[in-house]
């Protein structure tokens, strides 16, 4: 089966690469997310990812840390991610790039937009790092502006739940799951699926979101054939 997106950005949350352990990276989760991006690649997709780092630090539960350094720690633990990702994708044989916002040469490449879309042409998958190298950005906020820098189809956004609620499904049995939405709703039903900034942006650039579940990692591939996944967030345009 084709794909119905030729261009992905795929957000994944650190929290996701450590499975149950809650902390630090499975790697076999590690693996399986890779073998559902080497399946994509095989399809055709042209395949971008940007990692979190909550499974090492997250800046704003950082307590009396001073924010930004405590951002620019959080960036470091997407870098680790990042290196884990690269490392469990060229296990399964794919030509992989990781590049970072803040620049770390011995060990990544520097984010320059043309290389990126080059290597994408190239049929390699990037991993961009350091989220957008600024300290009060989310990497939801990363992902809506890679997203628009490399001009993807879609942003595929890979959570622990299977689509977007009214309220947390986790907690209220009683939760509603979305199929479709616009960045509108989500801005003002303040909803928790990303942070406004990103809603934002991914509105005025017009990249549709496709928010699934991640406990199998399949789903990757599914989400890339266009199959009635998930929930779907789209700004539709002006006539």
């Not at 990692?51 to 924010?67: L, T």
């Not at 309220?167 to 199929?179: C, E, I, L, S, Y």
Request: net charge neutral; with cysteine.
């Amino acid at each position: 089966m084709a794909v119905k997106y030729r261009r992905v950005l795929l957000k994944l949350s650190g929290e996701a690469l450590a499975g149950d352990k809650k902390f630090g990276i499975d790697y076999d989760i590690v693996s399986s997310i890779c073998k559902a991006v080497k399946k994509c690649v095989k399809l055709g997709a042209q395949m971008g990812i940007v990692v979190g780092g909550g499974n090492f630090f997250r800046g704003r539960n950082s307590g009396h840390m001073d924010r930004t350094r405590a951002d620019h720690m959080g960036m470091l633990a997407t870098v680790m991610n990042s290196l884990a990702l690269a490392d469990g994708l060229e296990a399964q044989g794919l030509d992989v790039r990781v590049q970072t916002a803040i620049e770390m040469q011995q060990i990544a490449e520097p984010y320059i937009r043309s290389k990126a879309v080059r290597h994408l042409e190239k049929g390699r998958v990037i991993v961009f790092g350091c989220g957008t190298g600024s300290p009060f950005f989310s990497t939801d906020t990363a992902s809506s502006l890679r997203a628009a820098e490399i001009d993807a189809d879609i942003m595929l956004k890979a959570t622990m739940v299977d689509g977007v609620y009214d309220k947390d499904p986790h907690q209220f049995p009683d939760a509603v799951k979305f199929d479709s939405l616009t960045f509108q709703d989500v801005l003002e039903k303040e909803l928790a699926v990303m942070d406004g900034t990103a809603a934002a942006m991914f509105r005025d650039t017009h990249i549709p979101v496709l928010v699934f579940n991640l406990r199998n990692p399949e789903n990757i591939v599914a989400a890339v054939q266009g199959e009635p996944i998930g929930t779907i967030i789209k700004e539709e345009l002006s006539k």
